[in-house]
């Protein structure tokens, strides 16, 4: 049975880092195209990084700059570095893999939560 098991959310201070790590349980990243989702209270989800088979990265515009998804040479773990927070940040954060069409993905993590205080 294959799984995403993310780690890594929590409350920080506005400016402050955080590192999402997502870790694939069953499987490996390898030849899947990958990504962080998140969802803020009363908000629909939407995509926040995501990096392709090839090692090819790609933000939302209100992220560029301050976070980098990247994978390990084994494959098995997607991260998220998250610099520079802002209060907006504020959401449950998902990771997802196997992208069936544009920003459709089969698998999902159970979501962590990271919270920004002003």
């Known amino acids: 049975q294959v799984h995403l098991i993310e780690s890594g959310g929590g409350l920080v201070q506005a400016g402050d880092s955080l590192r999402l790590s997502c870790a694939a349980s069953g499987f490996t990243f390898s030849g899947f195209n990958s990504a962080w989702f998140r969802q803020a209270p009363g908000k629909e989800r939407e995509f926040v990084a995501g990096i392709s088979w090839s090692g090819v990265t790609y933000y939302t515009d209100s992220v560029k700059g301050r976070f980098t998804i990247s994978t390990d040479n084994a494959k098995i773990t997607v991260t998220l570095q998250m610099n520079s927070l802002k209060p907006e940040d504020t959401a449950v954060y998902y990771c997802?893999?196997?992208?069936?069409?544009?920003?459709?993905?089969?698998?999902w993590g159970q979501g962590t939560q990271v919270t920004v205080a002003s």
């Open positions: 997802a893999t196997d992208e069936a069409s544009p920003h459709e993905y089969k698998l």
